[in-house]
């Protein structure tokens, strides 16, 4: 199978030369660095990473080769869910920086070559916003109330919820307020935290404060936005409200009354027209859970032009499931005119060295009926006697080496270049996460992910800032740390550094060829210029095909032979 499919070309970035191309394509085969910044770097040492910590590392992200970063939140925020409630779109949160903090950190990545993509949380606000304060002391059927979705409660005194849902987060997505004048009031939707009010897309007002928000981070140097919950902005709810498990039996055609709706698209051929007043154009990415057939419609060039594929992440480490995965995708990337995205891990699900060294879902017996758990029910609250540590990380290690030579944009989620594991051993009490608390015995959330980096080997908090860290970091970290791994040529973090350099200078047209490697256990594909990947998922050491070796993921056996669970590059 040959796919062709692209005229951009993503070899022309400049982070070598310290100045930004006026690429309009610059993001087709962008490597993108997400950056957590509550977990990344602290500067003024109050345990919460800042944006001042960011630009102090930003050496760090041009030796590693990056072409882009992308920020989680760093807006105003109660934290009720990491940043993702956000109380003020337009400024940065005074635990973690100022505007003109941001401006420093924008100009000096530019300096560096490195693209600024940020976070939009456009589903929800928090319920600090200043639109929900102001909808919370206004009367039912206000304008100030129309901004969210309110409604009436059940039942003789309206005690009852409107319907049954159930936020993703678990347990009801409608709270009950108390109206100004003290009595029991209406109830509105939240299909996350409670501190999460979903707003109402079809209220004028929502759709132009959103446009004003795309314009003002443009005009501080942002290259781009990640669109949370990209699926979710508009609804259709009938007076009469279905119940959760009439809705889960919807069709997710466009038509369902909250989800994935065709209507949402309107929104982002709006935002088309404000990416464009920008040169190079700014662009979007949809974190849009919906089926693969649909995502092209949140990628296509009249809209956000970008769409996350997390296929790969939710496979298993198995050539079958990869190849078919990477054959489905640049068949879709090919249909919308955008281009394939590839992620192994993000800041909401188990880090993928942790994934690969536990037993999948299918060999598990403990595997919870309730999907609400993504897969941090893998994980055991303490230490995790079941993790093959060693085996995870040389997985890893293989299978991102493999997404390195895809045709498309690699995601990496900060630590990852670190070959860090999931943190399993977070006392309960130091949670923050609010899937742990909304979920009992179901999910012990995402905070294992989202655990500070370790810079050092030693220091309160391995090198992460001056104080403490917000999420207790093991001893292990000190191991696993930027410092240890400076010096050892065979650390991962030297692999994504040499794979960063070398996808560089390889990365061509949009196009895979794969090759027969004649072992269901072996995939093997060329991209243009000769550039060869070759992945053996199996046990068994794999003869490679000829050509000079590049880069490898585990040393080669004394015979030149890949061994199992390793990638190789190769230059034919
Ligand atoms: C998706 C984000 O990635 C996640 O972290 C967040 O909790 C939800 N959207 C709600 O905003």
């Known amino acids: 199978m040959s796919i062709d499919s692209s005229v951009g070309s993503a070899a022309d970035t400049t982070a070598q030369t310290g100045a930004l191309s006026a690429d309009a394509d ?59 409630d956000v109380d003020d779109y337009r400024d940065v949160d005074p635990k973690i920086g100022t505007l003109h903090d941001f401006e420093e950190m924008s100009a000096a990545l530019t300096e560096a070559g490195i693209r600024l993509i940020v976070d939009i949380v456009p589903n929800h606000t928090s319920d600090q916003h200043a639109w929900f304060q102001e909808a919370r002391r206004s009367p039912k059927g206000s304008p100030a109330r129309d901004r969210y979705i309110f409604r009436d409660g059940l039942g003789p005194d309206g005690a009852q919820a409107p319907s049954d849902w159930e936020s993703i987060f678990g347990g009801p997505a409608w709270t009950r307020i108390t109206e100004p004048d003290g009595s029991p009031g209406q109830w509105y939707l939240h299909n996350f935290a409670q501190e999460q009010p979903d707003l109402n897309w079809k209220n004028p007002e929502v759709r132009e404060d959103f446009k004003k928000t795309l314009r003002f981070w443009s005009d501080r140097g942002v290259d781009g936005f990640r669109i949370d919950v990209a699926h979710g902005l508009t609804k259709d709810l009938p007076e009469n409200l279905p119940t959760q498990a009439e809705m889960d039996t919807m069709p997710q055609d466009g038509s369902h009354p909250i989800w994935d709706r065709d209507d949402v698209h309107e929104i982002y051929r709006e935002w088309r027209q404000v990416f464009e007043e920008y040169s190079p154009p700014r662009i979007g990415v949809a974190e849009a859970w919906v089926s693969s057939e649909r995502r092209p419609l949140y990628a296509s060039a009249e809209g956000l032009g970008q769409a996350f594929n997390f296929d790969l992440l ?22 919308s005119g955008s281009s394939s995205t590839w992620v192994f891990s993000n800041h909401d699900v188990v880090r993928h060295a942790t994934r690969y060294g536990l037993p999948t879902p299918a060999e598990d017996p403990q595997a919870p009926a309730d999907e609400k ?16 540590a060693e085996g995870g990380l040389r997985r890893a290690r293989a299978a991102t080496l493999f997404e390195l030579a895809l045709p498309g944009s690699a995601y990496l989620y900060q630590g990852e270049e670190l070959g860090l594991h999931e943190v399993a051993e977070i006392p309960d009490a130091d949670r923050q996460d609010p899937t742990f608390f909304n979920s009992p015995g179901v999910s012990v959330g995402r905070d294992g992910c989202r655990v500070p980096l370790p810079w050092s080997r030693q220091g ?27 010096q050892d040529p065979e650390s991962t973090l030297n692999l994504y550094r040499s794979a960063l350099r070398l996808r560089r200078e390889l990365q061509s047209r949009e196009a895979l060829e794969w090759l027969s490697t004649h072992h269901d256990t072996v995939l093997a594909f060329r991209r243009p210029n000769g550039w060869i990947c070759v992945t053996n998922f199996g046990e068994v050491p794999a003869t490679l095909p000829s050509g000079e070796l590049l880069l490898s993921s585990s040393p080669l056996t004394t015979d030149g032979e890949l061994p199992g669970e390793a990638t190789a590059w190769l230059q034919s």
């Open 373 to 388: 758990a993504g897969t941090s029910w893998l994980l055991s609250r303490g230490s995790e006697p079941r993790l093959d």
């Open 314 to 335: 939710e496979a298993d480490f198995d050539a079958a499931q990869f190849r078919d995965i990477v054959s489905f995708n640049l068949g879709l990337s090919e249909a």
């Open 26 to 84: 610059w993001w087709r085969q962008a490597a993108v660095y997400q950056i957590y910044p509550r977990s990344f770097a602290d500067a003024d040492g109050n345990s919460i990473g800042d944006l001042r910590g960011i630009t102090s590392r930003i050496p760090y992200l041009k030796d590693l080769g990056v072409d882009a970063v992308w920020l989680s939140p760093f807006y105003p925020s109660a934290l009720a869910d990491g940043g993702y």
């Open 460 to 486: 309160g908090s391995y090198g992460f800032g001056p104080g403490q860290a917000h999420l207790p970091q093991p001893e292990w970290f000190s191991r696993y740390s930027v410092e240890a791994q400076e």
